[in-house]
């Protein structure tokens, strides 16, 4: 039986079926959703969770802020038995249509972050999983809200000196939103045989100030709570549905 050092869970605790978060109290958000929720662990910035959803086994896991991270706990996860993942998470609008609270499907990340850098050159895509993608877009468009579909850019750090004219860059080049982790689970995850899928809710308007908007998220602001609620379903939908 061995013992992930970082997670801290082993084979026998891991499901095939993963739904990822960075923020470990969003964990418990999730497995809320869940029938016979139950605590694995909590070490770090790693927090876990499993339960069933529509009799399909899932665990819940954090991976903390940034790309090293997130890549400890996919790759420990991976050597649990674990397949399928989907990560619930948090982002910036980088285009102006995005509201609060509404969703971005990600089709594929620009792999702006150093993580993804350290497993595959610049010119390998981080593309999302087909499968799950599909398996949430069906349960997005059955829902009465507007959602987005596309590209977002994972990076490394929010408070660069050009922070503002990198946001304007990307956004002429049609990304709808920026995030931390989705390309470099995307990446890793395409290397190591996984399928993995994102849905990012938008916590910070395109323009507008982001430590304000994540302290509105902090805070538990309705509408972003409303998307958070929505992305955990879709996430749950789609791990329990497709093959
Ligand atoms: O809300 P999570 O899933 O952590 O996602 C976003 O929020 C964090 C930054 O505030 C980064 O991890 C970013 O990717
Ligand atoms: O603007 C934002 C908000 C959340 N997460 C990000 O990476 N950027």
């Known amino acids: 039986m061995t013992v992930q050092p970082h997670i801290c869970l082993t084979p ?3 499901s095939e079926r993963v739904v990822l978060c960075g923020e470990p109290a969003r964990v418990d958000r999730i497995a809320a959703l869940l029938d016979n929720p139950r ?4 070490n770090r910035e790693f927090r876990s969770m499993s339960g ?3 009799g399909v ?3 819940v896991c ?8 997130a890549i400890i706990a996919l790759e420990e996860l991976r050597l649990c038995g674990a397949t399928h993942f989907v990560r619930v998470g948090s982002a910036g609008a980088l285009q102006p249509d995005i509201e609060l609270g509404e969703l971005i499907l990600v089709e594929g990340a620009v792999r702006d972050d150093g993580g993804s850098a350290a497993h595959a050159p610049m010119a390998y895509p981080a593309l999302a999983n087909r499968h ?7 349960f997005l468009s059955s829902q009465p809200v507007r959602y987005h579909s596309g590209l977002v850019r994972s990076h490394d750090s929010f408070y660069r000196d050009d922070e503002m004219q990198v946001c304007e860059y990307w956004h002429k080049l049609g990304v709808l939103g920026a995030d931390m982790e989705t390309a470099a689970l995307m ?5 190591r045989g996984l399928r993995i899928g994102a849905v990012l809710n938008n916590v910070v308007r395109y323009g507008n100030d982001v430590q304000a908007g994540i302290s509105d998220y902090v805070n538990a602001d309705d509408a972003l709570m409303q998307g958070e609620q929505l992305a955990i379903r879709c996430a749950l939908y789609a791990l329990s549905d497709c093959q």
């Open 132 to 138: 799950l993608s599909n398996a949430m877009e069906n």
């Open 187 to 191: 990446t890793v995850g395409r290397i």
């Open 57 to 59: 086994p899932v665990t």
């Open 12 to 14: 026998e605790q891991v």
């Open 39 to 42: 605590l694995l662990a909590d």
């Open 62 to 69: 954090s991976t903390g802020i940034g790309a090293p991270s």
């Open 52 to 54: 069933t959803f529509q």
